[in-house]
């Protein structure tokens, strides 16, 4: 009886698998909350001028429309500051977790692949 040749399984990747190192982590602010609100105490400060005794209602009105302003934009200021780079760190992590999963998916494909191949080659003894 005359056999047909062995067939050789497909060649499987064994190439090392190389994970890139987590991004850097961006530095935190240098600058504290009064040095961002300064700008808007400078501004309140001006504000002063439109309640003088000898003004319009008018330039009141813009006075207060000042106030709220001044006030608005420190509270955004002081939200922005209390979040700090948590949007861009976000971003950082979801895209190295991405990558990570990727990686994983792409490391247990190769396993399985060389893992058939093995047990093409050598197969248990019950399968014979």
Do not use: W
Request: glycine share 8%; aromatic share 6%.
């Amino acid at each position: 009886m005359k056999r047909p040749p062995r067939r050789l399984p497909s060649p499987v990747p064994t190439d090392e698998v190389v994970l890139q190192p987590p991004p850097e982590l961006p530095r935190g602010q240098q600058e504290g909350a009064m040095m961002q609100l300064l700008p808007m105490l400078g501004m309140g400060g001006s504000v002063v001028f439109f309640f003088m005794p000898s003004a319009h209602p008018f330039m009141k009105v813009m006075g207060m429309v000042m106030v709220a302003s001044t006030v608005a934009m420190s509270v955004a200021m002081l939200i922005r500051h209390r979040r700090g780079n948590q949007g861009q760190l976000a971003d950082l992590r979801r895209d190295y977790l991405g990558y990570l999963k990727q990686t994983r998916r792409t490391a247990v494909e190769t396993a399985r692949a060389q893992r058939d191949a093995q047990y093409y080659l050598h197969p248990c003894p019950e399968q014979l």
